[in-house]
């Protein structure tokens, strides 16, 4: 049974970090890539950065320069550094375990959200003013 649980969300002054971890088990970590994406109310849910299973960055273009994905296979952990956040940055961040069916284990193409085998549970990031 596949569970992936992040944690790490909570409030930070603009400007500020925060940094999430989401952590996989019952698969095999190191097989897969691995995406962050978040969500507002009312708005789709956004990819916001994706790793390959070899280590390999992509970024969406709001946060490219701010965030910085990174995993350890050893212990099944995506994390995600936060830096310089913004008030638009404010949103449920979700990890997801991207198929090796679309993915093969690659960013490419940029993670859709059919392309998410599975989800964790969510955990909030609020940047206030």
């Known amino acids: 049974q596949v569970q992936v649980v992040e944690s790490g969300g909570g409030l930070v002054q603009v400007g500020g970090s925060l940094r999430l971890s989401c952590t996989a088990s019952?698969?095999?970590?190191?097989?897969?890539?691995m995406g962050w994406f978040r969500q507002t109310p009312g708005k789709e849910r956004e990819g916001v950065s994706c790793?390959?299973?070899?280590?390999?960055?992509l970024y969406a273009n709001s946060v490219k320069g701010r965030f910085t994905v990174s995993r350890d296979n050893a212990k099944n952990t995506l994390y995600l550094q936060m830096d310089s956040l913004k008030p638009e940055d404010t949103a449920t961040y979700y990890c997801?375990?991207?198929?090796?069916?679309?993915?093969?284990?690659?960013?490419?193409?940029?993670?859709?959200?059919?392309?998410?085998?599975?989800w964790g549970q969510g955990t909030q990031v609020t940047v206030s003013s």
């Open positions: 997801a375990v991207l198929t090796i069916h679309r993915y093969g284990g690659y960013c490419n193409p940029w993670p859709a959200l059919d392309g998410v085998g599975y």
């Open positions: 019952g698969l095999t970590f190191a097989d897969y890539a």
């Open positions: 790793i390959s299973r070899e280590g390999g960055m």
